[in-house]
């Protein structure tokens, strides 16, 4: 079946970088692309950005835009996330998410818990 | 880029219906058919139940259906089963460069 599988959860201090993998199986890999979505304890879903499994081309929101950075490895079938000078505000759970052409999200990861802490 | 809009909270019993809104503006939720609903059990990954405003995913109940008028998209749960009891999210396409809005997600409670 479709599925995302992501890393584990990450413990970082504030100013560091984390990197989040999405590896996908099920389905073929370049046809979607895969979109970054987080979630803040009791806050909304918040999209992040996204990348074309095909072309590697990305998009970021501006909200974290020169701090997000989002990469493919077609062969490995992974994407990955990293969002660097890490601050408390971006303890969350991140979520990937497979793009349909119907631009809906589906499936998603199990989600990644990145808690920043000094 | 405004955020969508939902109440906090809705509850009805088993066997019920109930709708949960989700309000935005002519900039997303009045410009396209592409509003989408996700259920979010607790510590689970949302799972997408309605894309394009009142499609169905393969696999997911005929009880859950969705609804457009101008900017307020709605979510309807027909024969409220313990099993619904979740968050419930919408998202909307904006065709701005922040892509997708969500709403707060509204708690569903089955009495």
């Known amino acids: 079946q479709v599925q995302l599988v992501q890393s584990g959860a990450e413990v970082k201090k504030p100013g560091a970088s984390v990197k989040i993998a999405c590896k996908a199986s099920?389905?073929?890999?370049?046809?979607?692309?895969i979109h970054w979505v987080r979630q803040a304890p009791g806050q909304r879903l918040e999209w992040m950005g996204w990348i074309s499994a095909d072309n590697g081309n990305t998009k970021y929101s501006q909200k974290f835009q020169g701090r997000v950075t989002i990469t493919r490895d077609t062969p490995a079938r992974t994407a990955y996330m990293e969002l660097s000078s890490l601050r408390s505000e971006d303890t969350a759970v991140y979520y990937c998410a497979r793009v349909l052409y119907s631009l809906s999200f589906d499936p998603w990861g199990q989600g990644t818990l990145v808690t920043v802490s000094s | 880029q405004s955020a969508l809009t939902q109440p906090a909270s809705v509850s009805g019993s088993l066997g019920q219906s109930i709708t949960i809104s989700c309000t935005g503006t002519s900039s997303d939720v009045g410009s396209y058919d592409l509003v989408s609903w996700y259920q979010q059990h607790p510590g689970k990954a949302p799972k997408l139940i309605i894309y394009?405003?009142?499609k169905r995913p393969s696999g997911v109940s005929n009880r859950f259906s969705g609804s457009k008028s101008d900017n307020t998209a709605s979510l309807t749960i027909s024969g409220l089963q313990a099993e619904d009891e979740a968050d419930y999210s919408c998202c909307s396409y904006t065709g701005s460069s922040t892509p997708y809005v969500f709403g707060p997600g509204t708690k569903v409670t089955v009495l």
């Open positions: 394009e405003v009142n």
């Open positions: 099920g389905y073929s890999f370049t046809y979607y692309a």
